[in-house]
């Protein structure tokens, strides 16, 4: 016969065994068992970690009234999620189904429930509380050995001037305004679409096309997209943008195919309007309305821009040589107006042949007269 002693401290408990069967919990202090058949034994147990995890934890509980007194049970439904506060703080989320065996003394402990079998939206004070205390993490759920570890709450933001559509398990659930909200995704898989409702512009450059003339240009085109109807947009297909510039590349393939080199550099407009008009209707059934459409650069290539310029060199000699033309032809009609109105007028022409006079006068530095002046105009102009 024989005492076995032990020292429990006081954040310890410790569970007796004796012939494996359990009889006592221990509390803080120095105990002496006495152990007549060597079969007493010992289970210290830290309560700071507040879990009872023994391994038949359950059945324990559920034999010994001793150890009910010490352990708080817990049992969430299959559809409900635990919020559990450890004197007043957010200690994690218990994922549902899960059974809790919880030291008592290890501080004041709350279970809230949560029923996510109807609506798995997390409301704002929540998602605030869990983000807060930084327990949305696989690694921070509480679970057992057999529940998956998985991020306890989807968060799902959509910024602004966006929608969101949200997806539950495939199928669309909810549409979206900006802003942040939180899922509980457990046994559920989501997936958000966010739209830009904003008006955006989409470059279709570096376009390599041959003219109905076979000349091959480089074409950049530029069109402004606004998505109208974003579920149609979701259901229709799978990338807006992408679909939008599929459409574009076509109908500007086809816009400058059906055109001459000089018919497009004559009509700038054309190509925009054609395009606009082959792609608006399409684009408005899934969703989008399509605005301006443009051609930003017609790339010529090097010897055809060449020949371009001579032609336009060629054609703008050609018009100054018609304006040359034309005013050699107004001055000389002046000069012959002129000559038929001096003669039928002899005064008139003895003013201009003073004028002229005049001028050749200005030129000359010394005069000598003799004779008089009417003797010099006698001998200079003769009148008939």
Do not use: C
Not at 55 to 68: C, D
Not at 200 to 225: F, P
Not at 367 to 378: D, K
Request: charged share 30%.
């Amino acid at each position: 016969m024989f005492r076995k002693t032990i020292k429990i401290a006081e954040n310890e408990r410790a569970l007796v065994f004796q012939n494996q069967q359990l009889t006592q919990v221990l509390m803080q202090g120095l105990h002496k068992i006495w152990d007549m058949k060597d079969d007493v034994e010992f289970e210290v147990f830290d309560i700071d970690e507040l879990y009872f995890s023994q391994k038949n934890g359950e059945r324990l509980y559920q034999g010994s009234a001793s150890l009910k007194e010490h352990i708080q049970h817990e049992k969430l439904q299959d559809t409900e999620v635990g919020m559990l506060y450890l004197d007043g703080m957010l200690r994690g989320v218990v994922a549902p189904g899960e059974r809790l065996f919880m030291w008592k003394d290890a501080g004041e402990i709350r279970l809230d429930r949560i029923d996510i079998a109807d609506t798995p939206l997390v409301e704002d004070k929540t998602l605030y509380l869990i983000n807060k205390a930084g327990v949305n993490l696989a690694t921070r759920l509480i679970r057992s050995e057999s529940t998956v570890a998985v991020k306890p709450v989807a968060v799902a933001t959509v910024k602004n001037s966006h929608v969101g559509l949200l997806y539950i398990d495939g199928k669309l659930a909810e549409k979206l305004s900006p802003g942040t909200y939180g899922y509980w995704q457990f046994n559920r898989e989501f997936q958000l679409k966010s739209y830009d409702t904003r008006t955006q512009i989409l470059e279709v450059s570096g376009q390599e096309i041959m003219t109905k003339d076979r000349v091959s240009l480089r074409i950049n085109l530029t069109a402004n997209i606004r998505i109208l109807d974003a579920e149609t947009a979701a259901s229709s297909v799978d990338d807006v943008e992408q679909y939008a510039y599929k459409l574009l590349q076509l109908a500007l393939r086809e816009a400058i195919g059906t055109k001459a080199l000089d018919d497009l550099l004559l009509d700038k407009l054309y190509v925009g309007e054609t395009v606009k008009e082959l792609v608006a209707e399409n684009l408005k059934a899934v969703g989008v309305e399509l605005g301006n459409v443009g051609m930003k650069d017609i790339i010529l290539p090097g010897e055809i821009k060449a020949i371009l310029n001579q032609v336009v060199e060629a054609q703008k000699a050609a018009e100054a040589n018609v304006i040359k033309r034309r005013e050699e032809t107004a001055a000389t009609r002046s000069l012959h107006n002129t000559a038929k109105v001096m003669e039928n007028n002899p005064t008139l022409m003895r003013l201009k042949e003073l004028e002229a006079l005049e001028k050749v006068a200005d030129k000359i530095s010394n005069l000598n007269v003799y004779g008089g002046l009417e003797g010099l105009m006698q001998g200079v102009v003769k009148i008939t």
